[in-house]
């Protein structure tokens, strides 16, 4: 990499990182972008790791960031999808109910979806349900027509594309190392390591945090007090398990359960993939350091979680499939967070954008995150 003065630096090249790149650099040609990733290549880390579903926005506080931005990152993702021919299925989704506590707990999904604007959701009773799914065992279901599932490698590499085409450059194996404030606020100094182990550095007007799992260090070397602006992450991790080929076409929508207590997870639930399988998960760990191994033995835990809705599967036949780390601004048992998508002058760093705490439905909004960053650019 040869520039060291550009407009925007943007750290990241995950899902956000690029959607971000991608509408910067078309809304406001003429910037010079470049994105630094430590990565070989984008998406890399919880961009792709996780269920791939395009989220209706049902389960959000009403007037938080992530129903609001769900609900038109959703939209626009579909648009997307059909223009640049991304693969997706929009599959629709059923959250099952069979116990008095779970139907009680379907009605006030109801209330909040309709609150946050998701009016296309269909109450379904057990007749109907098993006509649409006879393979699922509930009393009742929510229908959710609008949630569905997307392929998120051909949308980063599309987004990808975008950028590049408009003019951004992505500059994989930069691992950035440090910030410095420029005088009076004009920009930073950000140093980073080269693929061969050497370090440079560049300067910007502007520096979009994007960095996902790292975000807050990012913020923290940035100069901010990351535990008193309530910026610390903490890692939590989701795996999930595959059911074999033979049990892909038992179910055609995704399947969840109702969430029964908080928002740390959605409940362990049943995905069907583009490819046609079947995969459970993910549950809810949380852990000290980036760790992506599978405990064989959690398939217990799943099995008895999905049995009561998906009468079909033996507790054999699961097998360890993959796993990803959420980047959560609460721990466990805290309440919700929601994401932190912030211009930092009022802290004296005028240069920053920091989007910290985009764990789901981060994918989903992807585009509408990248729309309300562009509009935070102030210089
Ligand atoms: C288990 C699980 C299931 C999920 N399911 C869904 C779902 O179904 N639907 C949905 O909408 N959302 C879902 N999500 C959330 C979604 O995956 C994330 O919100 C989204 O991928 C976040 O993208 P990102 O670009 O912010 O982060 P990332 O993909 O983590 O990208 C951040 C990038 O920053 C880079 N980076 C970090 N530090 C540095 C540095 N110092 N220098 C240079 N580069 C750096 C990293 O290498 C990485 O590539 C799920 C998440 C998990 C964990």
């Given at each position: 990499m040869t520039t060291d003065k550009v407009d925007i630096v943007i750290i990241g090249a995950g899902v956000v990182g690029l959607a971000v790149a991608a509408e910067l650099s078309a809304q406001?040609?003429?910037?010079?972008?470049?994105?630094?990733?430590?990565?070989?290549?984008?998406?890399?880390?919880?961009?792709?790791r996780n269920s791939e579903v395009i989220h209706a926005g049902i389960y959000y506080p009403s007037g938080s960031l992530k129903a609001r931005l769900c609900v038109e990152g959703k939209e626009l993702l579909y648009h997307f999808c059909e223009k640049w021919d991304i693969p997706h299925r929009r599959c629709g989704k059923l959250i099952v109910a069979?116990?008095?506590?779970?139907?009680?707990?379907?009605?006030?999904?109801?209330?909040?979806?309709?609150?946050?604007g998701v009016t296309d959701l269909e109450e379904l009773e057990r007749a109907e349900l098993k006509r649409l799914e006879p393979h699922i065992r509930a009393e009742c279901a929510l229908y959710s027509p609008s949630t569905g599932i997307i392929n998120s490698h051909s949308l980063m590499a599309r987004l990808e594309q975008n950028a590049l085409q408009n003019g951004a450059l992505p500059a994989y194996c930069h691992l950035v190392t440090s910030v410095e404030s420029l005088n009076a606020g004009s920009g930073c100094r950000v140093r980073f390591m080269n693929p061969d182990g050497t370090t440079d550095a560049i300067e910007c007007n502007c520096l979009i945090n994007c960095a996902g799992l790292s975000a807050d260090r990012i913020a923290a070397l940035c100069g901010i007090d990351t535990t008193a602006a309530g910026y610390t992450l903490r890692l939590c991790k989701g795996e999930y398990f595959s059911l074999p080929q033979n049990r892909a076409g038992l179910v055609n929508r995704l399947v969840y359960p109702p969430p029964l207590h908080e928002l740390t997870g959605l409940g362990i639930h049943a995905t069907t993939t583009l490819d046609g399988r079947?995969?459970?998960?993910?549950?809810?760990?949380?852990?000290?350091?980036?760790?992506?191994?599978?405990?064989?033995?959690?398939?217990?835990?799943?099995?008895r979680a999905v049995k009561p809705f998906l009468p079909f599967v033996e507790e054999g036949e699961l097998e360890p499939e993959m796993a990803g780390i959420r980047p959560k601004l609460s721990g466990p048992g805290e309440p919700f967070r929601d994401f932190i998508i912030r211009e930092e002058s009022d802290r004296g760093l005028p240069f920053l954008i920091n989007l910290i705490g985009i764990e789901s439905p981060g994918l989903t909004s992807c585009l509408s995150i990248a729309r309300l960053v562009t509009n935070l650019i102030n210089y």
């Open positions: 406001q040609p003429g910037r010079s972008i470049v994105v630094l990733e430590k990565n070989e290549a984008f998406g890399r880390e919880t961009s792709s069979n116990t008095r506590e779970e139907k009680v707990s379907l009605d006030a999904l109801l209330e909040k979806a309709a609150a946050n079947l995969r459970l998960g993910p549950n809810t760990i949380y852990i000290e350091e980036e760790d992506y191994s599978i405990d064989s033995s959690h398939a217990t835990d799943f099995y």
